[in-house]
């Protein structure tokens, strides 16, 4: 299975950004989604995933109210719509695939290349 980030940019902030993430080889029939973040300097740490059917979903408080995790399975993709950015959202933000369909715990099975968002104030 590989995992293919996108959508990552300089923004500001207020701004807002969405990021893709295409899944493509052997995935399992009802996988879960998750995205990730790492800022400089820090641990990488979970901001949201999504079920297979797209109606559970789960977030970071630090995002709540803000982002907006989605699914096209017919594509394979997932989306993280990022508004009302803050600096402090500025990270490499990793898509992750977990087969087993759980969205509340950080675990995965595939890991895809991060896509940097820089927030300026």
């Known amino acids: 299975v590989q995992l293919q980030a996108s959508g990552g940019g300089l923004v500001q902030a207020g701004g807002s950004l969405r990021l893709s993430c295409a899944a493509s080889g052997r995935t399992s029939r009802r996988y879960s989604m998750k995205w990730f973040r790492q800022a400089p300097g820090k641990e990488r740490v979970f901001v949201a995933a999504i079920s297979w059917s797209g109606y559970s979903t789960n977030y970071a408080d630090s995002v709540k109210g803000r982002f907006t995790i989605s699914r096209d399975n017919a594509k394979n993709t997932v989306y993280l719509e990022m508004n009302s950015l803050k600096p402090e959202d500025t990270a490499v933000y990793y898509c992750?695939?977990?087969?087993?369909?759980?969205?509340?715990?950080?675990?995965?099975?595939?890991w895809g290349q991060g896509t940097q968002v820089t927030v300026s104030s």
């Open positions: 992750a695939l977990d087969r087993e369909g759980s969205i509340y715990s950080g675990g995965y099975d595939y």
